[in-house]
């Protein structure tokens, strides 16, 4: 039973619009979660990590929004560069951080198109 | 199901003592890697395995050692662990390692504290 889904496989964008990246989970006690990226063949890489006392975190062009009630989060790109085609993962913890571990979502496959 | 097994889950050990982590997966997947997660620092490799026989060093290898003699396991061994090796690990595999769409399976994760 997946606790962490990422619904949509792949997404194709166009370069400079914005990408929407969707994300659900199923466990209440989730209360940290973070969003990677991962090129083929090399390991993720962080980018971008809310706890659940924020709605909101923002980093230069990647958004992440939370929506408890929802148990939902997005991860929003704009604008979306030819670097950013990579795997996303969303990841979720019920410890603030990790200490129990996260679960991964299976990935959403970005490609942003000239 | 399709998963990634880890164990153990928490180990709490000293300085100097032997350890192996165990990671198994049952999806015959070719290619597994393992990662240290700190914080602020995101998940980083240590190594990875492109198939049976085949490893190799990634960003953090150093004060690990990694085995790939059957498909499904891939331990990682700490000969002689040291304190800055306290971390959470995560193991993970995918089908392959190049190709897209990359569906990496992750492991729950193991907690470990070097005294």
């Known amino acids: 039973d997946q606790q962490v889904k990422q619904n949509s496989p792949s997404l194709s964008v166009q370069e400079g619009r914005i990408s929407i990246l969707n994300c659900d989970y199923t466990?209440?006690?989730?209360?940290?979660f973070l969003w990677y990226k991962k090129y083929p063949a090399e390991g993720p890489t962080f980018l971008i990590s809310i706890s659940s006392i924020k709605d909101k975190n923002e980093d230069g062009r990647f958004t992440v929004f939370l929506n408890k009630s929802a148990k939902h989060l997005s991860l929003h790109i704009v604008p979306s560069q030819p670097g950013d085609s990579a795997v996303y993962f969303c990841?979720?913890?019920?410890?603030?951080?990790?200490?129990?571990?996260?679960?991964f979502g299976k990935g959403t496959h970005l490609i942003i198109q000239p | 199901e399709a998963q990634v097994t880890q164990n153990p889950r928490y180990l709490i050990t000293v300085t100097g003592k032997k350890l192996t982590v165990t990671c198994s997966q049952n999806?015959?997947?070719?290619?597994m890697s393992w990662y240290r997660q700190d914080p602020g620092l995101g998940l980083r490799q240590i190594y990875y395995s492109m198939n049976v026989e085949v490893t190799d060093k990634g960003d953090v290898p150093e004060g690990y050692k990694v085995s790939r003699k059957e498909k499904r396991n891939f331990p990682l061994i700490l000969e002689s662990p040291s304190p800055n090796q306290t971390s959470l690990y995560f193991c993970?595999?995918?089908?392959?390692?190049?190709?897209?769409?990359?569906?990496?399976?992750f492991g729950p994760g193991t907690r470990l504290t070097v005294l």
């Open positions: 990841a979720a913890s019920s410890s603030g951080g990790g200490a129990d571990g996260l679960t």
């Open positions: 993970a595999s995918s089908l392959n390692a190049g190709g897209l769409p990359d569906t990496q399976y």
């Open positions: 466990n209440s006690m989730f209360d940290y």
């Open positions: 999806m015959n997947h070719e290619y």
